[in-house]
């Protein structure tokens, strides 16, 4: 699972500024989530199933094979949320025997015909309908919905979208469509046979055997899943898709894309085979499955979902040739749901407390794929930002990785069972070496394929591959909390000629201890020193120098999860920026320059010297910092930042570049602004625009039709939506829309941007625009899983749903023949009542 990503990084301000953060519940008494006591081992299911568009139910029919897990039994205990069960039976070669049943609290039981022992299997036929809409269940902030089944435009109201069916199953949502036992210690094969309309494909688990026409221009596909696994992987998917095909060694890969998107389904999709191989090689275990797909999906509850062979993607993984140009965002996610298929499918967490063997293996595998296709610098940003993502909630801080006392099973998917489980790993690997930490992993998967497994299992498996062993190191960071707080000082023994550095741990809470290493500075030049800490404070490490340091880099790998407490001057870091081969020692100093916005000479010399830096992420963080209408930093980049805004091999640098120059207000770079319009780069287009928009603005409104902005990128929408606000350009009006309704977060962080945003939806809600206000209700009502239990936050939301409206209502009086204004009235209105 990839957790659902607004589409604005401002919202940031809903957890981190001062106004709304939030912070675990102190005093909640402690509980204990055991792991699913199994007292039933589910063996094959087969499901037959048709969909009813009109009621958006599903009728279905399954035989499911069981037998005691252990202890005899008399009884079968299954999940069946919300469904109408007709008929109850024990199937034995096709011969019904009916069986009595209890369902009452979205819970079957049924009595069988006598008591089974071990491995003596029986199977219970059911016949049901499943009604999606009526589940109780609510969503999380990771996963907004937990109905298990969707039906997607079912009547064709709504001529801009495609009528789709998909299910969800993480957590536990596959029980919404078809009885179960909805646990992640469970496993059982499956095959499903699906009756839809012929004019539409499915997708399912597995291999399709057969697919057979049927009366009244209907088709029944059947799929079938010969290999173990967890319920919560079963997936159906139906549609008017394009199926692209591609494959790996004898395996198929296919794409599954709307149609508008066929051509591009390879840029987006296409490094797939490559990685399956290049993960395959790594873990030594080579892809375990008979297919692998990847579908796309409108309105989709979270991010992506590693459906065992069949991955569901959220809409915005599809993308046009403007947005690949610039780069694949949605490369990472590719990468983390396929080495789900390895860490949650072939060996599935055994309790949602262990979530982090699934989901901390699949953040880190988008490390493993970035260094390995794209190189260290490239692989230690996404690092970087994975961090920064742990960092930013406070709440953090005190949660275990692994963790046996959540509120909501729900809660398991943040950024401590995601962003530090993978930089824990990335620790662990450092710590280890390669051979041993990518044997350990094999030796973990091949112990418990097909079946599950424990953050316990994971040690024990990498001690018996490197004979160390580990319990320090799961002690303090999975059944722990937190992070060290580092800071430190130097003292200098001039006639011992001798340094000391002393790292002092500053924390609340758990002492660590630890592998750092440190650069010690002489004459510009770092020498590398790995030192072991393993006390609170006073850890002192003395090494010989020929005279007094320049300055100390602590974390100089950038390997350590912590804060570092610094205290250098601009000319260290620009001495740190020039010498050092580290991703993250490069980008604090560019960090640090921006932050003194160029203003002092070395920081300015940092900027400067950025700009020719191989990892095109810091020549970025470099161009964002200077101001070019200072005659000196004119003097010293101008030349350079012009050659790079016409001839950078990365667009988003000459984007970046394009917006620096903008800032000059020069009319001498309309010509260049106005050849970037002609570009296939969405970003380079909107900088472009952003650009003329500030030397001759009467061009924008003719310009601005030549970018699509469907699948933009936070950062343009950001840089555009005040050039789109201003000019009034209708046609982008859907685009900015999702931005637009956060403009009192926005406020807060930008007050220029809050007020364009602002006037953004003000402009909207007083138009007769469907699509917009669709977006911006979609996205309202998205962020209430978010916020959690913060009555400031949903009051401000409340308030402009509710302004919103008033507006709405007003442009009802003066068109009341509209034939969608009532339409937007009634989202406002639910999404309203979504709050209350």
């Known amino acids: 699972m990839k957790k659902l990503i607004l589409s604005i990084s401002l919202l940031g301000i809903l957890f981190t500024g001062n106004a709304f953060a939030q912070t675990e519940t102190s005093g909640r008494a402690k509980v204990y989530r055991q792991t699913h006591t199994k007292s ?3 063996k094959h299911t087969k499901l037959k199933v048709s969909f009813d568009y009109a009621k958006e139910q599903m009728s279905g029919e399954e035989w499911l094979t069981a037998s005691p897990y252990f202890y005899p039994s008399d009884s079968l205990v299954l999940d069946a949320k919300a469904m109408l069960i007709h008929e109850v039976a024990l199937d034995k070669n ?21 008591t089974y022992n071990r491995n003596q299997d029986y199977t219970v036929y059911i016949k049901y309908t499943a009604r999606p809409n009526e589940v109780k269940d609510k969503g999380s902030s990771a996963i907004t919905d937990a109905k298990g089944l969707y039906f997607i435009n079912a009547q064709g109201k709504d001529t801009d979208k495609p009528t789709q069916i998909w299910t969800q199953g993480e957590t536990e949502a596959s029980s919404a469509w078809f009885p179960t036992i909805d646990k992640p210690n469970q496993k059982t094969t499956q095959e499903i046979y699906m009756t839809v309309p012929d004019k539409y494909v499915t997708l399912s688990n597995g291999l399709m055997k057969s697919s057979t026409k049927e009366n009244n221009g209907m088709r029944t596909d059947h799929w079938v899943m010969d290999k173990k696994h967890a319920p919560y992987l079963f997936f159906m998917g139906v549609g008017e898709y394009a199926v692209v095909k591609d494959k790996w060694r004898n395996i198929p890969v296919d794409y599954y894309v709307e149609k508008e998107y066929e051509p591009y389904a390879k840029q987006i999709f296409g490094n797939t085979p490559e990685m399956i191989e290049f993960f395959s090689k790594r873990l030594n275990y080579d892809y375990p499955w008979a297919k692998y797909s990847q579908i796309t999906a409108r309105d989709y509850v979270s991010g992506a979902m590693e459906n065992t062979t069949a991955v569901l993607h959220q809409e915005s993984a599809q993308q046009k040739p403007g947005d690949l140009i610039d780069e694949n965002k949605w490369e990472d996610v590719i990468s983390h749901e396929l080495f789900h298929h390895w860490f949650g499918d072939l060996v599935t967490a055994e309790s949602w407390s262990n979530l982090t063997v699934n989901e901390s293996f699949a953040n880190y595998s988008e490390y493993l794929w970035n260094e390995y296709k794209y190189g260290k610098d490239f692989a230690d940003y996404t690092l970087m930002k994975a961090s920064e993502g742990y960092f930013r909630d406070p709440s953090n801080v005190s949660k275990d990785l692994v963790r046996f006392d959540y509120h909501s099973r729900e809660d398991m998917f943040d950024a ?6 993978g930089s824990i790993l990335h620790m662990l690997r450092n710590y280890l070496g390669d051979d041993a930490f990518f044997e350990g992993l094999n030796d973990y998967l091949k112990t418990n394929e097909y079946g599950t497994g424990e953050a316990q299992q994971v040690r024990l498996s990498l001690e018996k591959v490197s004979g160390k062993d580990l319990n320090w190191f799961f002690n303090q960071w999975y059944y722990g909390s937190g992070h060290p707080k580092i800071s430190y000082t130097t003292s200098f023994e001039p006639v011992k000629k001798t340094v000391t550095v002393t790292i002092n741990q500053n924390q609340i809470g758990e002492n660590f201890q630890f592998p750092l290493a440190i650069d010690v500075y002489e004459n510009g030049k770092p020498t590398r020193k790995n030192v072991w800490v393993a006390a609170r404070e006073k850890n002192d490490f003395t090494f010989q120098v020929a005279k007094n340091p320049d300055f100390i880099n602590i974390n ?19 001495t740190q920026y020039t010498n050092s081969k580290e991703f993250l020692s490069r980008y604090k100093a560019v960090e640090n320059a921006v932050e003194n916005k160029g203003v002092n000479p070395a920081s300015l010399k940092t ?11 810091i020549r970025m963080k470099a161009l964002s910092g200077l101001d070019l209408s200072k005659p000196d930093q004119a003097k010293a980049a101008l030349s350079e930042v012009e050659k790079m805004a016409s001839n950078d091999p990365k667009t988003l640098v000459q984007s970046a570049a394009i917006s620096a120059l903008a800032k000059t207000k020069d009319k001498k770079y309309l010509p260049l602004f106005e050849k970037g319009m002609n570009a296939i780069s969405n970003s380079v287009k909107g900088s472009s625009l952003s650009g003329i928009s500030l030397v001759d603005p009467a061009k924008v409104a003719t310009l601005a039709d030549k970018i699509d902005l469907e699948s933009a990128s936070e950062d343009l929408i950001s840089e555009l939506l005040p050039v789109i606000v201003k000019n009034k350009i209708e046609k982008q009006m859907p685009a900015i829309a999702s931005t637009a309704a956060f403009y009192p977060f926005i406020k807060f ?35 209430k899983k978010q916020i959690g239990e913060n009555p400031q936050a949903k009051m401000m939301i409340l308030q402009i749903l509710k302004d919103g409206l008033a507006k709405k209502m007003t442009v009802l009086k003066a068109n009341p023949s509209s034939p969608t204004i009532n339409q937007q009235i009634d989202a406002l209105n639910k999404a309203i009542e979504a709050y209350k």
Request: a negative charge; hydrophobic letters at 35%; aromatic letters at 10%.
């Open 607 to 617: 900027l400067v010297a950025a700009l020719k830096d191989t990892n095109f992420r």
């Open 416 to 421: 401590v069972s995601y962003n530090k489980g």
């Open 40 to 42: 039933t081992e589910l």
């Open 556 to 574: 100089a790998d950038g390997i350590l999860l912590a804060e570092f407490t610094e205290t250098k001057t601009p000319e260290q870091y620009f």
């Open 94 to 114: 096709g011969s019904k025997t009916p069986l009595k049943y209890d369902y009452k609290n979205d819970v079957l039981k049924i009595n069988l015909n006598k």
């Open 749 to 783: 962080q930008n007050p220029e941007l809050g007020a364009a945003a602002e006037e953004g939806f003000n402009w909207i809600m007083s138009s007769d625009n469907l699509k917009a206000t669709e977006n911006v209700t979609k996205v309202l009502t998205q962020v």
